[in-house]
């Protein structure tokens, strides 16, 4: 695509797909406006960089569609300096985001050939406070540590409840949980007296994340 062409699409994407769908978040519209998502989207791809699709990005994997990817920046509300924890960097766009809201984001890909491609394409996205691991983010031993900012971008069978102990003091973790037809897509917080609150936002569909627990199914 020539460049006007992508410009177009962007702001497209943005003002056809994104606002109309309640994210009205100021500084992830921005980001959304200036993180290019053309370079985390393989070549053969490019032209459906800012459709309302998810993307292929090889290994049987896509990328969270751009409604996904706003709703969940806008939930977070990152602010900088704020740690974060992404348990599937994918693509890598996603991680960039948090970056650039100013996060610092230890990111987490099972898959070590999407983990390869995603740490090239965040070379060249430039200097950011950025900690790119290949392995199991969901089961890593991540204690004592704590996180302001828990994103993971695929969907969980079953709430790991397990993740709460993760979360800082005024931390805010999102989720996409259940199984097709019905997910819901949850932020959780903890508030600075140590309670967590859950709240569901709205209703979506991901594809789950590896090695995700896996809900109960009785039979008769």
Not at 91 to 104: D, E, I, P, Q, R
Not at 169 to 179: K, S, T, W
Not at 201 to 207: D, G, H, I, S, Y
Request: with cysteine; hydrophobic share 45%; aromatic share 6%.
């Amino acid at each position: 695509m020539l460049a006007n062409d992508l410009e177009t699409a962007r702001f497209n994407m943005v003002a056809q797909q994104i606002r109309p769908n309640e994210v009205i978040d100021e500084r992830v519209l921005e980001i959304l406006q200036t993180v290019a998502r053309e370079k985390f989207v393989p070549k053969e791809y490019v032209g459906l960089a800012f459709a309302d699709v998810a993307v292929p990005i090889g290994e049987d994997q896509h990328m969270m569609k751009p409604i996904q990817e706003a709703r969940m920046l806008q939930a977070l509300q990152v602010k900088a300096g704020e740690e974060v924890l992404e348990i599937g960097t994918g693509s890598g766009f996603m991680t960039a985001c948090l970056a650039s809201l100013g996060g610092t984001v230890t990111s987490y890909e099972i898959r070590e050939s999407l983990a390869r491609s995603a740490a090239a394409r965040l070379d060249s996205f430039g200097p950011r406070q950025l900690d790119l691991r290949t392995g199991d983010g969901l089961h890593a031993n991540l204690a004592p540590s704590r996180f302001d900012v828990i994103a993971v971008t695929g969907s969980l069978p079953t709430y790991p409840t397990f993740l709460e102990a993760l979360l800082a003091p005024g931390g805010r973790l999102f989720a996409v949980i259940g199984e097709e037809p019905a997910m819901t897509a949850m932020l959780v917080s903890r508030n600075d007296e140590g309670e967590i609150w859950r709240e569901s936002l709205f209703e979506t569909a991901l594809p789950a994340l590896d090695n995700a627990p896996q809900a109960n199914h009785f039979t008769f």
